[in-house]
């Protein structure tokens, strides 16, 4: 089992930075796809991007592709989340999952954290 907790999220102007992190408690983090999802207000929760277990691969959603990266830290359970360029319409609640399968689809990930805030000012 693991527990996920998200931090980082915050108040931005638009072309400005954040990084989330989502550190994670439990032995199956090295072997997990971590993922990272957003849902805005009135809209269903997105695939934003995802990473293997041993970080060599990597996928994104088209919208953030070029702006943000991401990334894992097995010693230290973490998985990051680099944010640039941002937009008003990258505002939104992300959170961070752990799965088995390297997949876009959210059905496939078991573990989720609480989520935090992001906000684009423009």
């Known amino acids: 089992q693991l527990q996920l907790i998200e931090s980082g999220g915050g108040l931005v102007q638009a072309g400005g930075s954040l990084r989330l992190s989502c550190a994670a408690s439990g032995r199956t983090f090295r072997s997990s796809v971590m993922g990272w999802f957003r849902q805005a207000p009135g809209k269903e929760r997105e695939f934003v991007a995802g990473?293997?277990?041993?970080?060599?691969?990597?996928s994104y959603a088209d919208s953030v592709k070029g702006r943000f990266t991401i990334s894992r830290d097995n010693a230290k359970n973490t998985v990051y989340l680099q944010m640039n360029s941002l937009n008003p319409e990258d505002t939104a609640i992300y959170s961070c999952?752990?799965?088995?399968?390297?997949?876009?689809?959210?059905?496939?990930?078991?573990?989720w954290g609480q989520g935090t805030q992001v906000t684009v000012s423009s």
């Open positions: 999952a752990a799965g088995a399968r390297f997949t876009t689809d959210t059905k496939e990930y078991k573990y």
């Open positions: 990473i293997s277990g041993s970080g060599y691969s990597t």
